[in-house]
């Protein structure tokens, strides 16, 4: 009953192209990304800000490139790690030879460079697909963590490997305290996520959904594979590279190469999994999902007051984890985000039954 | 229809009930009492290494307690949190404790170098000291430019230098090891990368030839490069592993037929956990100690009587003599002794990160204190200053005979004419890198 559209009359095109056609989903994400720019920033802790918001924030860009890439192109990619290692490492280096770039450029170059060796590794996907391309960009993540650890030029010939950022500073503002950074992080998200809804609802976007869902149909029609393909790993892996750098910039402060490897890899993907494939908002859901529940678990004994020794807790949030993820692909395998769609549904009728 | 309705919004205000009651079921800390956060790794590939060390430390905070009734009055509170060596969860239990009781935490001890250089980052603005006892950065010995970060009793460039120092008093002297060939089995990390630039710099100096084996996090995937050492056939074998990846280079190299005797680990790899499974083949091999060797000593008549008699210890009795254990013990110990000359200064009350860190940078165990103490022969005396954050650069070698750690060589000092150097070098540049000014801190 709330929900209707009832009464919401279009009267031009662009009216009706809107992203969120209902003005109650346009007020709903208006007061939302308001909220989160003006009110989080009265009562979030310092713990909040670097433990829940800009992680969640920062992994939620790389899953929106990943679900670009396996969401809505259908080519599976576990070479998220390395790309976000190539960002990260890009961004250092141009930070680090010239120190004056504005930092927004240093971001952008650390995208774009992510984007190139993205397309590199994505020209196998021009010949195989699922399972076969998996193991190829498998195989892209391990020579891009093996690429960092060896070559030295790109750490700077530190001895340890490990390397270290400065402070940041846009347009003379540091942003070094943790409000400062959330800021500048949900800026970057909010930007990204709306440049690829759009993406993903206008032509590019239904040239890669047509080669996820029937390639060969695809080409029978008219759409280059190797133009969709290999866009689809480009922009991908510009998000990624953008996700990279700023996790290294603003969340590890200091890293190794161990910081983006195979897990971190697994991780990206099971976001997307876990929020929905071939949806935006499933990314920031996933990404909630899979930063938080262990947190969350890991705490809930000493919350409830139950004494357990800590490895107890960590095996146990080990299980409950997995157990969960499990729960939650069978109740809905299309991931959080079509609870979300489905509980808008019901809301459409609700308080009434019928 | 009604009745049904009722219940649920019973229902619903009990679950609102209960849950606003256990979001506030926080427990409440009393005001004298001193927070110490323990990040510690009790699970994950690293865990047989992690266990022994967290239980000493938690054994000697539950000594000074029962004991002493806390220092100087003031009792220790410590809360465990499972890293599982990894250093993004290292950061997270470090935000989740580092704010808990009266002044925060006094200080942080990671036990893991990703960890060190990641907390590194953050320690500065949160005002909490890093006692990075044995590991860490080798650069951070200079409280100039790592004002809060405390790599007591060694850091690793120590541990390469007093190895080859021990390597060269075998061979005859440091001239007569021109023209051999030294490995280093390394992990694959921070930790592991940090003695190459002292070997390098050694075999420069002196004209051996460093081989550098990595081997990739956990470290059970070592067959290829023990049959690499079996080609190269080096002279000796330095070992610089966690976790299973000890334990697992000695396997393999029982397997490839290297001698065991011509293998030296870091005092890292040098622990009961790492040579017992290799059962009898690990007889011989060596390693490097934290100054303290294996075995109960006085300290432990304190132990058995305030803590294990009363059923509070946190390991097995049979375990407390572990070179693990140990060290756990005495790196709290030098925490406690820490807070305690903090006391001296600021007043016998829960000190602040800040002035604990003044503690550190100014303690000062001489022979006495530490006989005092109750860990006498195991600790050499220990001096930290602002240009100096090591305090003592020292250590022996151990070997394994089968059934126990035997010391097999005299104290060695690291050569500071070849180590000050490289650290004033690494030092400046970490400053450039991060635009800091060093200077010593002062703290009023």
């Not at chain 2, 990160?353 to 195991?378: C, H, I, P, S």
């Amino acid at each position: 009953m709330l929900y209707r559209e009832v009464g919401q009359f279009k009267t031009s095109y662009t009216a009706d192209q809107a992203i969120f056609p209902i003005a109650q989903d346009r007020w709903f994400v208006v007061v939302l990304v308001a909220f989160a720019f003006l009110a989080v920033p009265l009562f979030a802790s310092q713990y909040f800000y670097t433990e829940v918001l800009i992680p969640v924030l920062i992994l939620s860009i790389a899953a929106i490139g990943l679900n670009i890439l396996t969401g809505y192109c259908g080519q599976l990619s576990l070479g998220s790690g390395g790309f976000m290692a190539v960002g990260a490492y890009a961004a250092y280096n141009l930070a680090l030879r010239l120190p004056q770039t504005n930092i927004i450029l240093v971001f952008l170059f650390a995208g774009v460079m992510a984007m190139l060796v993205g397309v590199l590794f994505g020209l196998p996907s021009l010949r195989i697909k699922g399972f076969y391309l998996a193991v190829a960009t498998l195989a892209s993540q391990f020579f891009l963590e093996w690429a960092f650890a060896r070559v030295k030029w790109f750490t700077n010939y530190a001895p340890s490997g490990s390397v270290a950022v400065g402070r940041v500073e846009l347009f003379g503002i540091p942003i070094d305290t943790p409000g400062r950074i959330y800021i500048f992080v949900l800026a970057v998200a909010v930007v990204l996520a709306l440049a690829a809804k759009n993406l993903v609802r206008g032509r590019l976007g239904r040239m890669w959904m047509a080669i996820r869902d029937m390639d060969i149909a695809a080409e029978i029609i008219g759409i280059r594979p190797l133009h969709a393909k290999l866009s689809a790993f480009a922009i991908s892996s510009f998000y990624i590279g953008v996700a990279g750098a700023l996790w290294a910039f603003f969340r590890l402060g200091s890293w190794e190469p161990l910081a983006f490897d195979v897990n971190r890899s697994f991780q990206v993907l099971f976001m997307i999994i876990i929020g929905g494939l071939g949806t935006i908002l499933g990314s920031f859901l996933g990404a909630a999902f899979i930063v938080l529940v262990p947190i969350f678990l890991n705490q809930l004994p000493s919350w409830l007051g139950i004494g357990m020794s800590t490895d107890t807790i960590s095996h146990i949030e080990f299980m409950l984890f997995g157990a969960i993820i499990v729960f939650f692909l069978i109740v809905e395998p299309h991931g959080l985000a079509r609870l979300w769609a489905i509980a808008k549904e019901k809301l459409r009728l609700w308080p009434f039954p019928y | 229809m009604t009745g049904k309705t009722m219940s649920r919004k019973h229902a619903g205000i009990a679950l609102a009930a209960l849950l606003g009651a256990l979001a506030t079921a926080a427990p409440a800390l009393a005001q004298n009492e001193q927070f110490v956060p323990n990040l510690v790794y009790r699970t994950g590939a690293y865990a047989p290494n992690g266990v022994p060390f967290a239980n000493g430390i938690a054994d000697y905070y539950k000594l000074i307690n029962e004991r002493d009734g806390g220092i100087n009055g003031v009792k220790i509170v410590f809360e465990e949190c499972d890293t599982g060596y990894a250093t993004d969860r290292g950061v997270e239990c470090y935000e989740r404790l580092k704010g808990k009781g009266p002044t925060g935490a006094a200080y942080v001890i990671p036990l893991s170098t990703g960890i060190t250089f990641a907390l590194t980052e953050k320690a500065p603005a949160d005002k909490i000291p890093i006692i990075s006892m044995g590991y860490g950065r080798s650069e951070s010995r200079d409280g100039s430019v790592f004002q809060w970060n405390f790599p007591l009793l060694g850091t690793y460039w120590t541990a390469a230098d007093i190895l080859l120092q021990h390597i060269a008093k075998k061979e005859g002297g440091f001239d007569r090891l021109k023209g051999k060939k030294i490995a280093l089995v390394y992990h694959d990390s921070p930790y592991g990368k940090e003695p190459i630039a002292l070997l390098q710099k050694r075999a420069q100096m002196h004209g051996f030839e460093p081989l550098l084996f990595p081997v990739t996090h956990p470290g059970v995937e070592q067959k290829a490069t023990w049959l690499q050492i079996r080609q190269n056939r080096p002279d000796y074998v330095l070992l610089w592993g966690w976790g299973v990846m000890n334990s697992t280079a000695i396997k393999e190299a029982v397997a490839v037929g290297y001698p065991r005797d011509k293998m030296y680990g870091v005092w890292w790899s040098g622990a009961e956990q790492d040579v017992r499974p290799a059962e009898g083949g690990a007889t011989g091999y060596n390693s490097a100690t934290l100054q303290h060797t294996s075995g109960r000593f006085k300290l432990h008549e304190d132990l058995k009587k305030y803590v294990y008699d009363k059923g509070q210890g946190t390991a097995r009795w049979e375990d407390t003599g572990e070179i693990l254990y140990v060290r756990g013990l005495i790196n709290a110990m030098l925490g406690v002794e820490a807070i305690r000359t903090a006391q001296e200064k600021f007043g016998k009350k829960p000190m602040t990160g800040e002035q604990v860190r003044w503690g550190l940078e100014n303690l000062n165990l001489t022979a006495d204190r530490l006989k005092q103490l109750g860990f006498e022969g195991e600790v050499k005396p220990v001096k930290v200053s602002c240009e100096d954050h090591e305090g003592a650069r020292t250590g022996r070698i151990q070997t394994w005979d089968g059934k126990d750690w035997k010391i097999s060589s005299d104290w060695y000092t690291s050569d500071d004419s070849v180590i000050a150097p490289m650290v004033k070098e690494a030092a400046a540049r970490y400053a450039s890198e991060k635009k800091l000014t060093p200077g010593c801190l002062v703290t009023n």
